[in-house]
Every structure is written in structure tokens, then in C-alpha cells.
């Protein structure tokens, strides 16, 4: 996926270590390369030193004991002072940057680990490909369905409205005046319902596929399933969107239901007054041909 010179890799995880983060101000430095040394004081008594401690006599893991050290070196002996003076944090710089010109690979695995412990098994997980594909592809359709019904119940019909009003004609809507506006009240409240009961539709069928996996999801992403921890952050926010989701739609599919019923109310009362008015205006006759009482 991506690479990086074996020095730079280095000097970028040196950078982080104690031995660099902790060192006193400029007393961190490669010696060897600037010639600043690693304390202003005795190097084997500071700790940004290579050599801090030093100078007592010690044994080491041979079992040989060391003669002990004052501290100091000739003015002459370089080799000593390079040693002397060198800070813990410049020894690794420098050890870093004469690393060789080979690349750090940055690789990538085409599968996660799927812990056998896990409530859910990997198979179960793969068959929710498919539905999750399904309410895709419904969501989808519900955005649609609210785009189309929003640019006719909020600009076709309000401009339709207007122009009917001033110009008592609009010249795509047959009829005119008194006439003509019927008609867009018409079309508009059936429209209305028409696209509700579709909004409605699909978001049911949604809302019934989404039920249908949460549980599925939810195990997934709470159950730490997996070493992946880009698989983990996956399932929380598939999880959490698919939470999101019902919340949503089941606000939706109440506002539409109510959308319908609303509708379906007027136009029973809408017909019930019509056929009062009809039955006023034309009175029943009784057996005797007389008209009879309305």
C-alpha cells in the first residue's frame, strides 16, 4: 500500500522515545556530526548522556569487573570524547541516519479475523450483504419519491395557484378560471396522497429490513468480534446509522399514515356533502308521487 526509507522510519519512531522527549533542551544532538555535547556539566552524571553512570567500578554479565573511570578523556583521544560526549537521543539519530537505503513496506491483509467466541458467525455477517443492498436501494427510492412530491406540492402547485389567481389561466393545466382552479386542488390533494401512499410503501419495506438485521449488526459491533479495528469501527457505525435509520423512517411512515388518513377524511366528508346537497336540491318522492319530506 505504501512505503518509507528504512532512515526515516527510524527517525520518526526515535523522535517519540523517552530517551528524545525527556532530553534536556539542545543537549539531544549527534555529537559526532555537530559537536554539541550532551551535558554542561560531567557527561557519566547526566542522564542525556550515552555514558551517565559510568564512572564507578562495575562487573559486567561476564563476571569480569571493570576498572573505574574518572570520567574524562584526552583532548587529543576523539575517540573517547565521541563517546563521551554523545547524548542518548544523537547515538540513535545517528544510528538512524546511516541506516541503508532500503524501504519500509507498508502491507495490507484481504481478510479480518473473525473470533470463534464471536456471537455471530462470519456466514451470518456475509448473508446480510444482500439486504443491506435491498434498503440501499429503498432509501434511495424514498429519497425520490420526497424530491418529486416536494417540487409539486411546493413549487408546481403554489406557482399553478398564482398564475390561476392573476392570469385566471395556466397554460399547461387544461381549463380556465373557476374551473381550472378545481382541478389543481384536485390534482394537488390526490398527488398528495398518491405519493404519500408510495413514500409509505417503501418506507415500511425498509424500515421491516432494517428490523429484520439490526440485531444481527448490533451483536457484530458490541461483541468484539474481530483484531480489525477498521472492521470494528465499521460495524459501530453500520450499527449506529441502521439505529438512525428507524428512528427516521418510523417518523416518516407515522407523518405519511397521518398524510393519508387526512386525505381519505376530506373525501368522505367531501362526498358526503355533495350527495347531502344532491338529495336537498332533488327530494326522494314517496309512493304517492308527492315529494316526500328531505
Known amino acids: 500500500v505504501d512505503s518509507q526509507l528504512e532512515a526515516e ?7 517519540d522515545t523517552t530517551n528524545c522527549t525527556t532530553a534536556v533542551s539542545n543537549y539531544d544532538k549527534d555529537y559526532i556530526a555537530t559537536g554539541i ?4 556539566t560531567t557527561a557519566i552524571q547526566d542522564t542525556n548522556c550515552m ?10 554479565d561476564s563476571g ?6 574518572s570520567g574524562d578523556c584526552a583532548a587529543s583521544d576523539t575517540v573517547c ?15 538512524a541516519s ?9 502491507l495490507a491483509r484481504h481478510e479480518a479475523y473473525w473470533l470463534p467466541t464471536c456471537e455471530v458467525s462470519k456466514f451470518d455477517i456475509k448473508k446480510v450483504e444482500k439486504p443491506i443492498n435491498t434498503i440501499r436501494g429503498l432509501l434511495l427510492m424514498n429519497v425520490v419519491f420526497c424530491v418529486i412530491a416536494n417540487l409539486f406540492t411546493g413549487m408546481f402547485f403554489p406557482i399553478s395557484l398564482f398564475m390561476n389567481k392573476f392570469y385566471g389561466n395556466v397554460p399547461c393545466i387544461p381549463y380556465e378560471a373557476e374551473k381550472e382552479h378545481r382541478l389543481i386542488e384536485f390534482m394537488k390533494k390526490y398527488l398528495v396522497l398518491l405519493f404519500s401512499g408510495l413514500k409509505l410503501f417503501s418506507g415500511i419495506w425498509a424500515l421491516l429490513s432494517i428490523t429484520s438485521i439490526t440485531s444481527l449488526i448490533s451483536k457484530a459491533a458490541n461483541g468484539g468480534c474481530t483484531d480489525d479495528k477498521l472492521t470494528q469501527r465499521t460495524f459501530l457505525d453500520v450499527d449506529e446509522s441502521m439505529n438512525s435509520s428507524v428512528s427516521s423512517l418510523v417518523t416518516q ?10 386525505v381519505i377524511a376530506l373525501a368522505a366528508y367531501t362526498i358526503y356533502k355533495h350527495r347531502k346537497e344532491a338529495t336537498s336540491v332533488n327530494p326522494v318522492k314517496g309512493d304517492s308521487g308527492e315529494a316526500g319530506e328531505a
Open 253 to 262: 411512515v407515522s407523518i405519511d399514515c397521518l398524510n393519508i388518513l387526512v
Open 81 to 95: 570524547l565521541d563517546i563521551m560526549y554523545q547524548s542518548k537521543c544523537g547515538a540513535l539519530n545517528r544510528w
Open 98 to 106: 546511516q541506516a541503508s537505503s532500503y524501504s519500509w513496506a507498508l
Open 37 to 40: 555535547k550532551c551535558s554542561a
Open 9 to 15: 522510519y527510524l527517525l520518526d519512531n526515535f523522535a
Open 51 to 60: 555514558v551517565h553512570g559510568l564512572g564507578a567500578a562495575s562487573v559486567t
Open 64 to 69: 569480569i569487573q571493570n576498572a573505574a573511570w
